[in-house]
């Protein structure tokens, strides 16, 4: 079998077909093009086309078999620590094509506290995109409350998050987060709980707060905004120091900053926030939470936000990756119109959604979008020790929450008709 790659040059996705030629299966990772065939005769022809186009095709290694490609997800480098001698292939980050046969595949099994995917390599499929950014001229009364988040307010509730040593789903640490999250969202008007769940043979919980919308209640909906409060230390197990600044300390004092801006503007809908315990084990919080929603209550959700690292500069320009499924992409597109409106972010969009907790709402078909800092794949402090305030950078993060906040107020408050 042969394997190549060709670098694109901003081409839509529809221009693949210019490379690969019928027949010849690809798949592509943002400006990466990755095809693969036994038959020369498409090889050639795949080269060719490549030529015509002015791009340069180049041959990597392949395996045997096209059945042993397969598409690695990772969190930080978590694939390439846990197996370094397995051969990559293509490296897109988050993103790995390897060879693994199926002798190989139970040895490469991700453990339940590792965190990766391994799949089959899909053909004719984008795993992730860096979109187009299309100017959008803000909306006055939404620019206006994306102008109320604070730099200072920010940083002050993420230093307390952090102080706590660690906020392990089992730890003092994170029942007493979970009481102060608590605590600053019914300060602001929101009525706010702590709701048990079972992470393993243990219990924690996850912190929810609700404020009424202005709706009349047979047609109000629930704007949905989330994070995982909890934080982990793999090398070093539960009692171990897990600050977690970006991981996720940087999303939960996200969602009370947006809180604290959303108490000054009446909705139409519902608003929702949720801080997910138990995220790091498995996503308990959320899953638990999800399979607790009646039918009813599940089918008013018009949108779920998830924040999970958002404030680590891993790229030169600030980035934003937006991953949901084919039934988050009026989501992924509302989000990537407020980055363009509201911010400076540069935006990739992926739709295979991977271990957060905006899956188990995918998973019940409810529109989701995990909102995570660039190329997560450079942070190599997550999960660590080492993952402390040193490596936030307010500037993303206040982005990022300008760029929810604006997707969640305008999805919250429908044009009149």
């Known amino acids: 079998m042969r394997l190549g790659t060709v670098r694109l040059t901003g081409e839509p996705d529809g221009d693949a077909g210019r ?21 020369d005769d498409l090889w050639a022809s ?24 397969r598409l690695v997800t990772q969190v930080g480098r978590a694939f390439q620590h846990e197996h370094p001698d397995v ?19 139970p040895r490469i099994a991700p453990r339940a506290e590792v965190c990766f995917r391994v799949e089959p390599l899909p053909a004719e499929g984008v795993v992730f995109r860096t979109l187009p950014r299309a100017e959008r001229a803000p909306v006055p009364y939404i620019e206006a409350l994306t102008g109320q988040l604070s730099g200072e307010r920010y940083l002050e509730v993420l230093g307390e998050l952090v102080a706590f040593g660690t906020r392990h789903s089992l730890s003092r640490g994170f029942g007493a987060a979970a009481a102060l999250a608590r605590d600053r969202l019914e300060e602001l008007g929101y009525i706010a709980r702590l709701a048990p769940i079972n992470v393993g043979p243990g219990r924690c919980h996850n912190v929810i707060a609700d404020r009424q919308g202005s709706g009349a209640p047979a047609v109000r909906g629930l704007v949905m905004l989330t994070a995982h409060l909890d934080s982990v230390n793999l090398a070093g197990g539960p009692s171990a120091p897990a600050p977690g600044a970006d991981d996720n300390a940087s999303g939960a004092a996200g969602l009370l900053e947006i809180a604290r801006v959303l108490a000054g503007h009446q909705t139409h809908d519902d608003i929702r926030l949720i801080l997910f315990g138990g995220e790091e084990q498995g996503l308990h919080g959320s899953t638990q939470y999800v399979a607790s929603l009646g039918p009813t209550e599940a089918a008013r959700i018009k949108a779920v ?90 500037d993303l993060a206040l982005d990022i929450l300008r760029m929810n906040l604006a997707t969640l107020t305008q999805a919250a408050d429908p044009p009149t008709p």
């Open 87 to 105: 051969p990559v292939l293509v490296d897109k980050g988050r993103y790995l094509i390897i060879a693994a046969s199926d002798a190989l595949l």
């Open 46 to 69: 795949a080269a060719e086309r490549a030529r015509v186009s002015d791009l340069r095709p180049e041959e990597r290694p392949a395996p045997a078999r096209p059945a042993d490609l």
């Open 305 to 394: 936000v998830n924040m999970d690292m958002i404030a680590t500069l891993n790229t030169a320009r600030p980035t934003v990756l937006l991953e949901g499924a084919a039934l988050s992409k009026g989501l992924i597109d509302s989000l990537a119109a407020a980055a363009a409106g509201y911010t400076g972010l540069a935006v990739q969009s992926s739709l295979n959604p991977f271990n957060s907790d905006h899956v188990p709402f995918i998973d019940a078909s409810i529109p989701a979008v995990l909102t995570i800092e660039g190329s997560d794949d450079a942070n190599t402090h997550i999960h660590t020790a080492g993952d402390t305030l040193d490596h936030i950078n307010t």
């Open 19 to 39: 490379v690969a030629p019928p027949g010849l299966p690809w798949t592509r990772l943002d400006d990466t093009l990755v095809y693969w065939t036994e038959d």
